[in-house]
């Protein structure tokens, strides 16, 4: 089937996934799976918030966790535009065009702009930049846990695949793998870029908008390993939800953890390069699952069914449950 053209000359330039932003229950608990056991490093925090990076990270953050005394939940995700000029561009275009748009404050980070790109699209705010710290990479013992590298994608699920689909090539991201019905040739599922890998927005086909989970890199398999061992030796072994395992094309391999709160942190390897223009993007059709996870038993139940809520925002339009095993 044919896919809606990728903009060229986008309204404004999204570059990357940026950072993402949970409600959680205990700050404390919180903080000592992130650190301890993912190896996340602390920017920043006080009582109630705290500001997280991966050690290869050279930004102030990218995982907020706020203390809620509500349910746990995700108030946004968040994507770097190149400029100032670029939110208020995306302000003009977005109120114009069907999303909403609204400038927000946030600490450590310059001008933010809090969006919707469309109707049951999920909340993304976007951010012109953010004060550098230093980078952990060299630093061996402030290392701990998984040793996160940085943040590279997310999945959301949404009612409408192809609508979002549709709006997100008009904001300039390339789709680096999508996958359409086997009847009737609608998109179920595409893997979208800006940053030069094949993703940094993830769109699935369910109840939406809710967020699958956040995906950060680690360096190697023994860091994946490290991670679930100490997991085990905090008393977090059932946080371990699937994998460690491997994806079709690029060939990604994963595990998935369960935070306290339930949100969903996925662990990948380095992922392949997605750059050149005229790179063409995979597809498979909704039967071809041998091809999204070649080998070993599907993802448990839970992993289909069980999602983050974005804060205020009730899913509708469909099933619980993700159409497919895909990751």
């Not at 590298?149 to 991201?173: I, N, S, T, W």
């Not at 769109?203 to 994946?224: E, F, K, N, T, W």
Request: charged share 20%.
């Amino acid at each position: 089937m044919s896919i809606p053209p990728v903009s060229t000359t986008p309204p404004f330039n999204i570059t990357r996934a940026s950072h993402v932003r949970y409600y959680v229950k205990d700050l404390a608990e919180s903080l000592r799976f992130y650190t301890e056991i993912l190896g996340f490093v602390i920017s920043d925090q006080d009582a109630d918030v705290a500001y997280l990076r991966g050690i290869e990270e050279s930004c102030h953050h990218s995982i907020v966790l706020m203390r809620t005394k509500g349910e746990p939940a995700a108030e946004c995700i968040g994507m770097r535009v190149g400029s100032e000029d670029d939110l208020r561009r995306a302000y003009e275009y977005l109120n114009a065009n069907g999303g909403t748009a609204e400038f927000v404050d946030r600490p450590y980070q310059s001008l933010s702009l809090l969006t919707t790109f469309a109707a049951g699209a999920p909340p993304i705010e976007l951010c012109s930049g953010m004060p550098v710290v230093p980078r952990l990479l060299n630093n061996f013992p402030a290392q701990k846990g998984g040793r996160v590298l940085r943040l590279d994608h997310y999945q959301c699920v949404v009612a409408d695949v192809p609508g979002m689909f549709a709006k997100c090539m008009e904001l300039g991201f390339r789709p680096s793998k999508y996958t359409t019905h086997v009847d009737t040739g609608q998109i179920l599922s595409a893997f979208l870029t800006r940053k030069g890998n094949p993703h940094d927005l993830v769109l699935g086909q369910a109840a939406g908008p809710r967020l699958h989970h956040s995906s950060y890199v680690v360096s190697d398999l023994q860091a994946i390993f490290r991670a679930a061992d100490i997991a085990g030796n905090l008393g977090y072994g059932r946080n371990v939800e699937h994998g460690p395992g491997r994806h079709g094309p690029p060939n990604g391999i994963f595990i998935y953890f369960r935070d306290p709160d339930g949100h969903r942190i996925e662990f990948i390897l380095p992922p392949m390069q997605f750059m050149d223009p005229e790179d063409l993007p995979n597809t498979w059709l909704s039967t071809q699952s041998v091809s999204l996870v070649p080998w070993g038993g599907g993802p448990p139940q839970r992993w289909r069914e069980e999602m983050t809520k974005f804060a205020g925002i009730e899913p509708s339009g469909g099933t619980l449950a993700r159409w497919t095993s895909m990751g």
